[in-house]
């Protein structure tokens, strides 16, 4: 059974930081590039970052480059996100995902429940 458990979110200031937290499950997780996504309140879910299974390498939106920093224990099957200067605008329910596309295409996608970080002061 695939499980990707999130935690860390919670209610930080303006300028604060937190760090998430997701632990995976069920899979063979350093198959599979990892990311981090946000849905604010009536806004579309949106990529956040995302670091490849082989090379680390990593990939930012515009919006939280130099404010995020993604990285994964491959070890101990976890992902996290550093979230440091943390605005209002950054408000949301940040979902981990798993993503993998095999030599046939094939696609395996998966989610976790999300974690609400607020950010208010």
């Known amino acids: 059974q695939v499980q990707l458990v999130e935690s860390g979110g919670g209610l930080v200031q303006p300028g604060g930081s937190l760090r998430l937290s997701c632990a995976a499950s069920?899979?063979?997780?350093?198959?599979?590039?990892m990311g981090w996504y946000r849905q604010a309140p009536g806004k579309e879910r949106e990529l956040v970052a995302t670091?490849?299974?082989?090379?680390?390498?990593?990939n930012y939106a515009d919006s939280v480059k130099g404010r995020f920093t993604i990285s994964r224990d491959n070890a101990k099957k976890t992902v996290f996100l550093q979230i440091d200067s943390l605005k209002p605008e950054d408000t949301a329910v940040y979902y981990c995902?798993?993503?993998?596309?095999?030599?046939?295409?094939?696609?395996?996608?998966?989610w976790g429940q999300g974690t609400q970080v607020t950010v208010s002061s």
């Open positions: 995902n798993a993503r993998r596309v095999t030599s046939y295409s094939k696609e395996y996608n998966y």
């Open positions: 069920g899979f063979t997780f350093n198959w599979y590039t």
């Open positions: 670091i490849t299974r082989e090379d680390g390498r990593t």
